[in-house]
């Protein structure tokens, strides 16, 4: 069983930057792959940014460009790096750790992430 917990959410004004962490507790870190995912009000959960065991990461394109996301397999921690925010990012950002053989996965709370002037 893996525990995760997010952190680093809040208010911040358009234009502003966000850092949001995710510490891992319960397993093998370095062999799930980690994503971020948001939900905002009145809409479906989607993927945000997500990053393999291997490193390798893929963004969703409404957050390119602006958005980074990278883990630190020695912290058992997954980052998200948030730029140029914009008030359509208002969501509650999820962490999920996700394994293969068996498939596992597992998500954290979620933090409420605010854009706002």
């Known amino acids: 069983q893996v525990q995760l917990v997010e952190s680093g959410g809040g208010l911040v004004q358009p234009g502003g930057s966000l850092r949001l962490s995710c510490a891992a507790s319960?397993?093998?870190?370095?062999?799930?792959?980690m994503g971020w995912y948001r939900q905002a009000p009145g809409n479906e959960r989607e993927l945000v940014a997500a990053?393999?065991?291997?490193?390798?990461?893929n963004y969703a394109d409404s957050v390119k460009g602006r958005f980074t996301i990278s883990r630190d397999n020695a912290k058992n921690t997954v980052y998200l790096q948030m730029n140029s925010l914009k008030p359509e990012d208002t969501a509650v950002y999820y962490c999920?750790?996700?394994?293969?053989?068996?498939?596992?996965?597992?998500w954290g709370q979620g933090t409420q992430v605010t854009v706002s002037s």
């Open positions: 990053i393999t065991s291997g490193g390798s990461t």
């Open positions: 319960g397993g093998i870190f370095s062999i799930y792959a």
């Open positions: 999920k750790a996700e394994r293969t053989l068996p498939h596992r996965y597992y």
